[in-house]
Structures are given as C-alpha cells and as structure tokens.
C-alpha cells in the first residue's frame, strides 16, 4: 500500500488549498480514509475522514463548515479541499488508510487505528 499526498503550497489568510491523496495497493470501496495534521513530534490530529461507503464524513471542530474531504474512485483519490483558511491551519497534512475493514459507516477519529501513511504536505498560511 503507498499513498501520496500533493496539494500544500504558501497561501494568505482567506485563500483556498485543495489537497489529494494518491492511493495504490487499497481499494476505497473497502477502506475508510483520513487527512491529519501534524501538530507536534509526537501527535498528529484528525483534520477529516471519510467512511469507505463514501457517504459519511466526520470534520475537526475546527474546520468544520470550511473544509471538504471527497474521493474518486475511479482515480483512487482522497481529496481535503481547504476554504478559509487561517494561520492557525497551518502545518505538515498526512493522509491515512485505515487497513482494517470495519463497518461501511465506521469513521476514523484519530490517527492511532490508521495503518498507512503518506509522506506529507505542508500548507503554510500567512496572515
């Protein structure tokens, strides 16, 4: 399984970034997905994800209402478009595979049960 993570560049406050995973070796079908954000050596924090039945999201608190996780399935993408955005967004953005088949609704809600990572993308926000 590998995953690719493009999309981070410099924006200003209030711009848009749109960020897409790359996956191979993984069908969405099957898996649920994730976008993360570095926050410190040690943790990295649920930003997004995305039910492998495509049809449930769950969102940051703090993003919510700007943010907008999608998929292809044709593409094998994971998309996070980003809206809005604040200085406080900034920072290394990881996508995440959940390998475990759970239920087609299951959400991720942290970066402990992921079991594959992209190499990360930085998003830095000027104010």
């Known amino acids: 399984v590998q995953l690719q993570a493009f999309g981070g560049g410099l924006v200003q406050a209030g711009e848009s970034l749109r960020l897409s995973c790359q996956i191979s070796g993984l069908t969405l079908d099957f898996h649920a997905m994730g976008w993360f954000r570095q926050v410190s050596a040690n943790e990295r924090e649920i930003v997004s994800s995305?039910?492998?039945?495509?049809?449930?999201?769950y969102y940051a608190e703090s993003v919510e209402g700007r943010f907008t996780i999608s998929r292809d399935l044709d593409k094998n993408t994971v998309d996070l478009q980003m809206n809005n955005l604040k200085p406080e967004d900034a920072g290394v953005y990881y996508c995440g595979a959940d390998y475990t088949r759970h239920t087609t609704e299951y959400l991720p809600r942290g970066a402990s049960g992921m079991d594959y990572w992209g190499q990360g993308t930085l998003v830095t926000v000027s104010s």
């Open positions: 995305i039910s492998s039945d495509g049809e449930h999201t």
